[in-house]
């Protein structure tokens, strides 16, 4: 896996609107943290997680399917021990990119 990390001033609304629409392939992962400095977005056909977190980016590149939900997975245990409630995977209206959430095993995260 290739983590990439910058720092990027703005918020998250410039991907949630941006580079990480469902559209691009994105969906959100819901959190109890999420707010206007914090969220994570992935993307089941690139296999691509980026996380925003007051500037800094952090983007995580796998080109093996299984890295790419083992990550999921991390996200969502890291949420439960740190007391945070996972709410799940937003694909939106996007049929494609749920579909493929539930190819790769992830559908009982989807919301």
Known sequence: ????????PANRYKYDFGACTSGKGFAQIDTSQDASYYGTWANPFDLIIISYCEGDVTIQKTDIAKE???????????????GHRFIGID????????NRFVELGLGEFLH
């Open 1 to 8: 896996m290739e983590t990439i990390r910058s720092f990027e």
């Open 68 to 82: 790419f939900v083992d990550e999921i997975f991390k996200i969502k245990s890291w949420n439960d021990e740190y």
């Open 91 to 98: 694909p939106g209206f996007n049929v494609e990119l749920k």
